[in-house]
């Protein structure tokens, strides 16, 4: 289901945009112009294909109805395309689709920190799940979820320790008491499938959408992987992680960490895997227009954007393409999302650089 603030988004942001401007400040002509998404993936992606189905959209609601296309700037952990962004003129012909991790670059040099606050914010796209899976593996006593703590070692993938996912696989580790290994540079889901079934690794955070359009009715109901728990954003009351009804059967972390220990998650883990709860999974996708693009005009994307992501053609075919709808984010979502990551504590800061050296070993 979407979700986000989008309640009294135009009238919150024509009387933001009001008070601020100055008096050059002014929605650009794009009429007969060429707008750019820019996202920083590979091409054909799930990041590139989600661009392009919010371009065809977009474009019908956005002022001056401009032909829209999308481009492939990957590279550089997922700053090339990023960095793309942040340098564009700001004319109104750019815009950043963008997989960001913002919540791992804080922990960069000050020097090599991107300036999230310094983009137009526009929304964000995400909300996704990722689930926790391991290899079946009777001769090591795992045969079912709940055998997971007695296993002796539990050998994960992923593309970098710097990933949200993969950090908190293992803090969950730790957590559950289980002796765990990170194997990096493994980018994407199908790499990552191709590693378990070759026995390189035993599972990795896997995105709701492989597993549903490709696991569920594979490996899993072959019995040959075993699906452990999930991440989620947080629940409504912000008390523990919420429930995807698209998952029947699996558990998110709490309730799984709950039903095999006996006791509620806390402690410094439990915050960090909370954290990113809140920062990380509703925005996989961040949605920005280069620094210095006039107010007038970022109020005009941000209306025209959440209207595209309601439109029936938006929805219906990013159902079929992700197999479920995903979570929007409109700008005062996005906007308090950029904020706490700014402010996050120090200790935060530390027991993920804490994580990461032990990862990279």
Same mark, same amino acid.
């Given at each position: ?7 009294g988004?135009?009238?919150t ?5 009001? =008070?601020? &401007?100055? *008096?050059? @400040?002014q929605?650009?002509?794009l009429? !007969? %112009?060429?707008?750019?998404? #820019? ?11 989600? =661009?392009? &189905?919010? *371009?065809? @959209? ?5 002022? !001056? %109805?401009?032909?829209?296309? #999308? ?7 997922l700053?090339?395309?990023?960095l ?11 815009? !950043?689709w ?59 993938g992923?593309?970098?320790?710097r ?38 690794i ?44 698209n ?23 439990w ?15 961040l ?6 693009t ?31 709808v ?36």
């Amino acid at each position: 289901m979407i979700q986000g603030r989008l309640k009294g988004l135009i009238a919150t942001s024509a009387i933001v945009a009001a =008070a601020a &401007l100055p *008096a050059t @400040a002014q929605v650009i002509d794009l009429e !007969g %112009n060429t707008v750019t998404i #820019v996202h920083n993936a590979s091409p054909g992606g799930s990041t590139g294909l989600t =661009a392009q &189905l919010a *371009a065809d @959209a977009w474009t019908q609601t956005m002022a !001056g %109805n401009p032909t829209m296309v #999308v481009q492939s700037v990957e590279g550089g952990a997922l700053a090339r395309g990023i960095l793309q962004v942040m340098n564009a003129r700001p004319d109104g012909r750019t815009i !950043g689709w963008v997989a960001w991790q913002g919540s791992t670059r804080i922990l960069d040099p000050e020097d090599r920190q991107i300036p999230f606050q310094d983009f137009g914010l526009i929304g964000g796209v995400g909300g996704m799940t990722f689930i926790a899976h391991t290899s079946a593996a009777p001769d090591r006593g795992m045969n079912e979820p709940a055998d997971l703590p007695n296993l002796e070692h539990y050998r994960f993938g992923g593309y970098s320790p710097r990933s949200g996912p993969a950090i908190r696989t293992a803090v969950a580790m730790d957590m559950l008491g289980v002796d765990w290994s990170f194997v990096s540079g493994m980018s994407g889901d199908t790499p990552l499938e191709a590693a378990r079934q070759r026995g390189e690794i035993d599972g990795y955070p896997v995105t709701a959408v492989y597993y549903q359009q490709t696991m569920r009715d594979g490996v899993v109901a072959d019995g040959s992987d075993i699906p452990l728990f999930y991440f989620s954003p947080p629940n409504e009351d912000g008390t523990g992680l919420s429930v995807d009804p698209n998952l029947e059967g699996i558990l998110p972390f709490d309730q799984y960490f709950t039903q095999v220990t006996g006791a509620a998650p806390e402690g410094p883990g439990w915050e960090m895997i909370q954290y990113h709860a809140r920062v990380t999974d509703p925005i996989n996708w961040l949605v920005v227009a280069p620094p210095g693009t006039p107010e007038e005009h970022l109020a005009m994307l941000r209306e025209s954007f959440a209207e595209a992501v309601q439109s029936e053609e938006f929805q219906t075919r990013a159902a079929e393409l992700l197999g479920q709808v995903p979570t929007i984010s409109y700008y005062e979502d996005v906007q308090a999302i950029v904020d706490e990551i700014a402010a996050t504590p120090e200790a935060m800061r530390d027991l993920q650089r804490e994580y990461i050296a032990r990862m990279e070993r």
